[in-house]
């Protein structure tokens, strides 16, 4: 697979990445993350290095939470979803709770940690939805899930299980699906779902290093 600035340079060049990039040019509304952030989680997790995907919707809408990174958040009050999460991951895994919401290490790791959605305004969840960042993301895991082999796709939510139908089926990959992480679902299926323990032994059973979950 290219590079992501590979990857980038091919996609501007189409209309929908040009009308995308218009509309926010034009967008009068404070943007989140920060534009510096918007490929944060490609950069810090390469397609070479990429073990596990977990997709998120779009940024946390909140100038102080939102980090590029799909749940992550540097701030130190740490979101409800975010909360539920290492909630699953001590009882799945059984480590110390995290006391910092910023999941750098998962990245580096070789966790891609990815919104659908890469921006919204703040205050304003789902703001820039239908807008083209779904088609930029879908081509991304389109071209990572032809190009790699076993990797753990990490489905949390109806809007990343839509994703499903651009995995590759042929290249051995493991999709983990549940209900999200929200306040409103993590009782629907996420809590008790197992997706730490799940991807280790998926890697390890495929000789890859697996994941150090801890933070």
């Not at 809408?61 to 958040?73: D, E, K």
Request: hydrophobic fraction near 40%.
């Amino acid at each position: 697979m290219k590079s992501f600035d590979e990857f980038l340079k091919n996609e501007e060049k189409s209309d929908y990445f040009k009308k995308l990039m218009v509309f926010l040019d034009n967008e009068k509304r404070t943007i989140v993350p920060n534009k510096k952030d918007w490929y944060k989680a490609f950069y810090l997790t390469s397609a070479k290095n990429t073990k596990v995907v977990i997709l998120g919707q779009d940024p946390y809408p909140n100038i102080f939470h939102a980090s590029g990174l799909a749940f992550s958040t540097s701030n130190t009050i740490i979101p409800q979803s975010l909360k539920n999460i290492f909630k699953e991951l001590t009882n799945d895994i059984n480590i110390d709770l995290p006391k910092s919401g910023d999941l750098s290490l998962w990245a580096k790791e070789g966790v891609l940690l990815l919104n659908t959605i890469l921006t919204t305004v703040n205050d304003v969840r789902l703001a820039h939805k239908n807008k083209g960042w779904e088609i930029f993301t879908s081509n991304y895991i389109k071209e990572l899930s032809q190009y790699k082999s076993n990797i753990v796709f990490i489905l949390w939510g109806n809007n990343a299980i839509k994703y499903e139908q651009f995995i590759n089926k042929n290249n051995n990959h493991l999709i983990i699906k549940s209900s999200h992480p929200s306040m409103l679902s993590a009782q629907k299926g996420f809590n008790g779902s197992h997706p730490f323990s799940r991807t280790n032994t998926f890697l390890i059973e495929n000789n890859i290093l697996p994941i150090n979950w801890s933070l």
